[in-house]
């Protein structure tokens, strides 16, 4: 029997969290798409914050944090995963201690310490990593890769107030609470329910609706951060192509589509990652050139990319509503 690092997966992809809880499953010999996984906890949606200038805000292809993604993931398992709260100085034996009895651990990790993160130096921002292995000067991690932390460093990014929150498997049993089938009809509906909100919480912009609110800032906000902010993980073009990827799986594994339908229903999210990569390309040539005819085009592309939007939307309720169609025949066959 090999070491917990040398057994474990180490598939890379797009959205760090979803990439790291794909790969802890199939450590257990649970095998999921990172598309699923995604689908499931419904972190597909749409976010924008103008921030305090045009230097600090923020704009999302997601629904929600990490920390509301694991939140529902521990709502979908059968046995919820074992949360330990440490002290700082007691997390490395216990680590081991896990480590001995070959149970993987989740933890909880500050980026603002880690060198490879956006959020180096400039913010906190917390993600979930596994932590396969300890030795004396470093520490190494799975996050969308392995990573090898200085031992100190790692205390550092782990502690909040002095502590530190883990999860781990206490039997290996990540069995889900319910049927493939009703996991990602409630994933997508959570995904819904996002692109149709129309509440604003303290300048927070969601959904559709918030789309077109961000539409109307462009030209406050066409820099090379916006740039960055679509095509980061995360952005709207990683995850309009993950839903792609995760509307074909559907449409192959439950037959939802006729043969003229089924083009339509992946392709439009392929379009619009196509579209919105498009978009940050230009506004990436913007911040060299500063073209008036230039800026009016990428505004036509953002509205034409929401109405696009707006059309995978009723494809998504309609991909939803066939689930449950099938739902209710197995029930009564």
Known sequence: MGTISSEFPCKTGDLCFSVNIMNYFEFYQIKHMESWISGVLGTFGFSY????????????????????????????????????????????????????????????????????????KISTYWSLVIVLGIESENVTIFDNGIKSIPFQLFLDAVGKNGYVDLYYSDNGNLNWNVDANSLIIDGLSMSINCLKTNT????????????????????????????????????????????GDLLLILTKQFSLFESGERFQSNNIYFQLASTWRKIGNLIYKYTLVHDNELLERINKLIYSAIEAEEKGLLILECVVKRLKNKSLLKENS
């Open 49 to 120: 914050n103008p921030g305090s200038s045009s230097k600090f805000f923020d704009i999302s292809g997601r629904n929600g944090e990490f920390i509301d993604f694991f939140a529902r993931l521990q709502s979908k398992l059968k046995e919820p995963l074992t949360h330990t709260c440490l002290e700082v100085d007691e997390v490395v034996i216990f680590l081991k201690k896990l480590h001995k009895s070959r149970k993987l651990p989740l933890i909880w990790i500050n980026n603002y310490y880690l060198d490879y993160s956006s959020f180096y």
């Open 200 to 243: 604003i919480n303290e300048n927070h912009y969601k959904g559709i609706s918030g789309m077109y609110y961000f539409a109307e800032e462009i030209d406050v906000f066409c820099n090379i951060h916006l740039f960055t902010q679509i095509n980061k993980p995360g952005g709207l073009t990683q995850t309009r192509q993950s839903m």
